[in-house]
């Protein structure tokens, strides 16, 4: 992507989204898919993961991504943030149901995939976990110190990668279920009948079951190694429809190839 810095972010207006230059991170891919839905225009902003980003955090007073910054507006980092700021932009088409029922519905749904504790955040405690228990002196010291600053985002602890395994399971076979119900009673997506925020956090997500293919997300080698989930546990809770309906879901709504 055409990133523009920090600096050239700050003088400008309109929609800057922050985003981890060169990965296709989860939580990037899911807000660039929310804006892309809506035809939101934005200008991605560049951060480098698991470094200082000292610039980023003098404007923003956050040094993660992605971040929304509209206007002189503050930035939103959260994700209902985020999905609520392109609500606000663009109403049309609405990515967040007008039911009561169906709405805390999606929100619950949303926390499990990309919240504290959800799939993705235990994905990220699997992987640092066999870097940062390998014994000093093995991996190299910058490549340490990057996953560091990372995992103690993300509240690492041995114990705590431990009871990610578990969670991750958890929330696969929620996920299935839900899938599975909705598609009993005629529905393809994950809410009611409509694209919700919900489908297109998991479609982003699914990254860290299996990525999608090379030629449609050109990740390197390692980077696609680390996200495939290879635990034979874990693949047996993740019913085929997870994939299948990310696939649908960037078919029919998102952009294809992944630009990073």
Not at 11 to 18: A, K, T
Not at 206 to 232: I, K, W
């Amino acid at each position: 992507m055409d990133y523009i810095t920090v600096d050239e972010a700050r003088r400008r207006g309109g929609l800057r989204l922050v985003l981890t230059a060169g990965v296709p991170g989860p939580w990037g891919e899911a807000a660039k898919g929310v804006f892309h839905v809506k035809k939101i225009p934005y200008v991605p902003v560049r951060q480098d993961g698991g470094q200082p980003n000292d610039d980023l955090r003098a404007w923003t007073g956050h040094d993660n991504a992605p971040q929304a910054v509209y206007e002189g507006e503050r930035p939103r980092i959260r994700v209902s943030e985020i999905v609520l700021l392109a609500e606000r932009l663009e109403p049309s088409p609405p990515l967040v149901p007008s039911d009561p029922s169906d709405r805390v519905a999606m929100w619950g749904l949303l926390h499990e995939i990309a919240g504290e504790m959800g799939f993705a955040w235990c994905r990220r405690l699997q992987l640092f976990h066999p870097i940062l228990q390998l014994p000093e002196g093995t991996a190299p010291a910058a490549l340490v110190e990057s996953i560091s600053r990372m995992a103690a985002k993300y509240g690492y602890a041995p114990e705590a990668a431990a009871a990610a395994d578990a969670r991750v399971i958890e929330i696969l076979g929620l996920l299935s279920q839900r899938l599975r119900e909705q598609r009993e009673r005629g529905s393809e997506f994950l809410v009611a009948d409509a694209l919700s925020a919900a489908d297109v956090y998991w479609a982003t997500f699914a990254a860290m079951l299996r990525p999608l293919p090379p030629e449609q997300c050109p990740m390197n080698d390692l980077m696609r190694g680390s996200y495939t989930v290879t635990d034979e546990r874990t693949l047996a809770a993740a019913d085929p429809l997870l994939l299948e309906h990310r696939d649908r879901i960037y078919r029919d709504w998102l952009e294809l190839p992944l630009r990073f």
